[in-house]
């Protein structure tokens, strides 16, 4: 799954029952974002599928999926990896540290 178009403020989509997967950067520039449900049929996010998603306040995980979880503005996998976080407070980021990875701060 790619979204594609440019969505208006506040918008809320659901993906499809089926949809297997959700690509890495499908959600690319889609800023007014704010809420995504997604089925259970899903069984892989790309972990850059919602990186400029800076709206983005809940995602719905239907109770059946057995392969993601959302708790406390975090977006984990069946193995508690974080995808995705709503960082509230960008203040513990330093972008310009030359070897930052995933997960990690300063």
Known sequence: YSYK??????TEITVKEGTN???D???DDQYYLKKITIPA???YIGPDAFTTCINLEEIVIDEDNENYTFEDGTLYDKYGYAIWSRVVDLSC???YKTDF???QHS
């Not at 178009?5 to 506040?10: A, L, T």
């Open 5 to 10: 178009g440019e969505m208006e403020k506040n």
């Open 21 to 23: 997967l959700i690509a």
């Open 25 to 27: 950067f499908a959600f």
């Open 41 to 43: 049929s899903v069984q």
């Open 93 to 95: 980021f330093d972008y």
């Open 101 to 103: 990875e995933y997960g």
